[in-house]
T-cell receptor, first 115, second 112 residues
Framework: GDSVTQMEGPVTLSEEAFLTINCTYT??????LFWYVQYPGEGLQLLLK?????DKGSNKGFEATYRKETTSFHLEKGSVQVSDSAVYFC??????????????FGQGTILTVHP | EAQVTQNPRYLITVTGKKLTVTCSQN?????MSWYRQDPGLGLRQIYY???????DKGDVPEGYKVSRKEKRNFPLILESPSPNQTSLYFC???????????FGPGTRLTVT
C-alpha cells in the first residue's frame, strides 16, 4: 500500500537558520502530495500542496517540489522564525485503487526554533 | 466561516463506558473521515464516509463505529472504550480533487 516516510525528529534550529525536512513516499499511480502543520494545541492546517510531477508548492516562505524520479517532497524554508515551531506532516492522497482519496501521513517531525 | 467542529475537545473516561465524539462541518462536503494521532505513528484513518448513509473502514477501525445520517455530521462512537484507544482524534472533511482535507481542532481522549 501507500506509505510516507519523514526524517526523524525532533529538529532544533536557531532563528534565521535554513530548514529542510525530508519526505519520501511509495505509491502507485500519481498521488497528490501535501505538507500539513500542527501548531501546539491546534488541529492540522494545510501548509502547501503539489498535484503533479515537478510542481512546486509554496506558502509562508515554505517550499516543496514534487520529484517523481526520487519519489520525494522535501520541505524547505530559507530562514525560520520562532513562530514556525510546530509539528510538520508530509502526506499523500491517491485517487487510484480503493484509497478513495484517503490521506496517508508520515510520522511527523517536531520543529523547535530558538531565538 | 468554513470550519469543522468537534466536541468535546477533551474527555477522560473509564474502560467500558460508551462515548460519542461529535463532528460537524458547514462546507457541504460529501466526504468526511476520522483519524487518530499517536506519537511516532502520524495520523491513521479510522473510518470514512463518501456521503450520507455510506461509510467504510479505514486502516484502524477496530473498536469504533460511525454513522452518517446527515451530510454535515459524522459522529465517532466508542461502544466499550479501552486504554489503547487513548489518543488524539481528528475529524476531517474533503473538498474535491486533489483531495486536500480540512481538519477539526481535535479531541484528546484518555481512557483509564
Amino acid at each position: 500500500g501507500d506509505s510516507v516516510t519523514q526524517m526523524e525528529g525532533p529538529v532544533t534550529l536557531s532563528e534565521e537558520a535554513f530548514l529542510t525536512i525530508n519526505c519520501t513516499y511509495t505509491a502507485t499511480g500519481y498521488p497528490s502530495l501535501f505538507w500539513y502543520v500542527q501548531y501546539p494545541g491546534e488541529g492540522l492546517q494545510l501548509l502547501l500542496k503539489a498535484t503533479k510531477a515537478d510542481d512546486k508548492g509554496s506558502n509562508k516562505g515554505f517550499e516543496a517540489t514534487y520529484r517523481k524520479e526520487t519519489t520525494s517532497f522535501h520541505l524547505e524554508k530559507g530562514s525560520v522564525q520562532v513562530s514556525d515551531s510546530a509539528v510538520y506532516f508530509c502526506a499523500l492522497s491517491n485517487a487510484g485503487g480503493t484509497s478513495y482519496g484517503k490521506l496517508t501521513f508520515g510520522q511527523g517531525t517536531i520543529l523547535t526554533v530558538h531565538p | 466561516e468554513a470550519q469543522v467542529t468537534q466536541n468535546p475537545r477533551y474527555l477522560i473516561t473509564v474502560t467500558g463506558k460508551k462515548l460519542t465524539v461529535t463532528c460537524s462541518q458547514n462546507m457541504n462536503h460529501e466526504y468526511m473521515s476520522w483519524y487518530r494521532q499517536d506519537p511516532g505513528l502520524g495520523l491513521r484513518q479510522i473510518y470514512y464516509s463518501m456521503n450520507v448513509e455510506v461509510t467504510d473502514k479505514g486502516d484502524v477501525p477496530e473498536g469504533y463505529k460511525v454513522s452518517r445520517k446527515e451530510k454535515r455530521n459524522f459522529p465517532l462512537i466508542l461502544e466499550s472504550p479501552s486504554p489503547n484507544q487513548t489518543s488524539l482524534y481528528f475529524c476531517a472533511s474533503r473538498v474535491g480533487e486533489p483531495y486536500e482535507q480540512y481538519f477539526g481542532p481535535g479531541t484528546r481522549l484518555t481512557v483509564t
